[in-house]
């Protein structure tokens, strides 16, 4: 399961899992799960035209996602009906696989862009992974404050000085590099099972931020690990693993919540 | 006269007939109950159940038999599942349902390419594959788009006061869980054929878009519904003549029907939008 062959994925699925703990944190305080849905939707098109074009696949995705940020922010300024976004989205998707069906390689790289290719990760991807997986938690625990208070308390952050809409375009194309990191290894119709589902259940198991967001990439870590090891142990696709388990992390928490007798209020004896 | 080599060799064709049938029946039964949909604000759980009902397509891959049976199977399951759900916990919805459908349909489309070979499953369930489609598909789309309208306008006076406004029809008597129940099974019914028509990530553009765009037209509700089914078939019709015509333009290879209809539908409804303004 360790051999050498094997090392770049545990890396980079390791740099994936930080990268993705850390910004759901972000996106599940910020209630940007939309977000965290749309990005690496936008990315998956920039995936397919590198794959076109003979392109590194990172830098399509990271343009593409990036791209999907002015989107969003363009669909929330103009205040357009969901219809228009949902649109919008699946037409970037049909976009993808038009250009994956002209690049002649349709039905593999379609099963790997949607769900991920965890194994195919090769020595070259380290380099870009590594960047982008120890900018994304820099810029964001760097950020941690403000980017909780424009969030929780948006009164409270302007008295500060912090400008929401610059913090919120910021945020966006945080999420969309982490997108972008995420989507080769994940998938990028799971990439929010992965972002979300730690995120949330950190979010409910603990109180304090700063712990909820340990326990959030502590989770995402647990998360690709199993989901690698699994994978290699049965030689089912990892993505499987990912969606079920980011589900599990869902629904665990809450099930745990309520089955404990809730705690008696002295007052009220 | 037309040109009977372009259209003759286009309209003569089996495959091409069982499309534009395949594509008809979605694009009705789709624009009526998207109506519908965008009405009651329902778009989500009709994404939702279209990323739930993959996994049934790619199980009918792995069984061998007509991909509408396994994408309404587990439609029915997802609609089930929306059901028992409260207001204000779709994250949470969006959460296990995306995961475990997505994570299951990953499964069975590599069984379903590693156990019986089917080449590209991921493209057909996911992206739709009209021209790929079973041959007695087309019929079955019919019938099963003629069931789901029979059974709209048994619910029809309900459903329609229920999605105005539901005080008023619990006032009246109507029995709104069980209308939005059926409504569930038709959302289910809905996707299943778009999904066969163009794949089920892509199936939200064939459901939301010609309703959306028909509703920038008129507010009337029969009005919106037939001119959500015009809109619906002219996309999908079009979109396959597009592809068709497009096996000239990049030798040998075809460009995918789901791309222009997607696009068409996209097309649309920006008019749509662009002239009420």
């Known amino acids: 399961m360790f051999a050498p062959y094997l090392l770049n994925a545990w890396v980079v699925a390791s740099l994936v899992a930080v990268a993705s703990g850390c910004a759901g944190f972000f996106v599940v305080c910020r209630r940007e799960s939309f977000a965290a849905h749309a990005l690496p939707m936008a990315a998956f098109p920039g995936a397919a035209a590198a794959a076109l074009f003979g392109l590194g696949q990172v830098y399509g995705l990271v343009v593409a996602a990036l791209g999907g940020v002015a989107l969003l922010l363009w669909l929330k300024r103009g205040q357009r009906s969901d219809a228009a976004t949902a649109l919008l989205l699946v037409a970037l998707l049909a976009l993808g696989s038009l250009f994956l069906s002209l690049s002649g390689r349709y039905a593999d790289s379609v099963y790997a862009l949607l769900f991920g290719q965890i194994f195919a990760v090769g020595p070259g991807d380290v380099l870009p992974a590594l960047v982008l997986g120890l900018a994304v938690p820099a810029v964001l625990l760097s950020g941690f404050r403000p980017l909780l208070l424009s969030a929780l308390s948006p009164d409270l952050a302007m008295v500060r000085g912090i400008g929401c809409t610059r913090i919120e375009i910021l945020f966006l194309s945080v999420l969309a590099l982490a997108a972008a990191l995420a989507l080769p290894v994940t998938g990028a119709l799971l990439v929010f099972s992965l972002m979300t589902g730690p995120a949330s259940a950190a979010c409910i198991m603990v109180r304090s931020p700063r712990a909820a967001l340990a326990l959030s990439v502590a989770l995402a870590l647990a998360l690709i690990w199993q989901a690698l090891a699994l994978s290699y142990l049965t030689s089912w696709p990892a993505g499987f693993f990912t969606g079920v388990l980011a589900a599990l992390l869902y629904l665990a928490p809450r099930i745990w919540r309520t089955a404990r007798p809730a705690p008696r209020s002295p007052g009220l004896a | ?277």
Request: hydrophobic share 60%; glycine share 12%.
């Open chain 2, 1 to 277: 006269m037309f040109d009977s080599l372009m259209f003759g060799g286009f309209l003569a064709s089996t495959v091409v007939q069982n499309a534009l049938l395949i594509g008809a029946a979605a694009a009705v039964l789709s624009g009526i109950v998207g109506v519908f949909t965008v009405l009651r604000g329902q778009s989500f759980a009709g994404h939702a159940l279209a990323d739930v009902s993959s996994a049934g397509g790619a199980l009918s891959l792995l069984l061998g038999i007509n991909p509408m049976l396994g994408f309404f199977g587990l439609g029915l399951l997802g609609a089930l599942g929306l059901t028992g759900r409260r207001r204000g916990d779709g994250d949470l919805a969006a959460g296990i349902l995306l995961g475990t459908g997505l994570g299951l349909t990953a499964l069975l489309l590599h069984f379903a390419v590693t156990m019986r070979g089917v080449a590209g499953a991921a493209v057909s369930v996911m992206f739709g594959s009209l021209f790929a489609a079973p041959p007695g598909a087309g019929v079955l789309a019919f019938f099963a788009a003629l069931a789901g309208i029979l059974l709209l306008a048994l619910i029809y006076k309900p459903l329609l006061l229920a999605s105005l406004d539901s005080e008023l029809a619990s006032v009246r008597g109507a029995n709104i869980r069980l209308v939005a129940g059926v409504f569930l099974v038709l959302l289910a019914l809905a996707v299943t054929l778009s999904a066969m028509a163009v794949g089920a990530i892509l199936s939200t553009a064939l459901l939301i878009g010609p309703a959306a765009a028909a509703l920038r037209v008129s507010r009337r509700p029969w009005v919106a519904m037939l001119l959500a089914a015009l809109f619906g078939v002219a996309c999908c019709w079009g979109g396959v003549a597009l592809a068709y015509a497009s096996y000239d333009w990049t030798p040998g290879r075809v460009w995918p029907v789901s791309f222009f209809i997607t696009s068409l539908v996209l097309l649309v409804y920006a008019a749509a939008s662009w002239r009420r303004q």
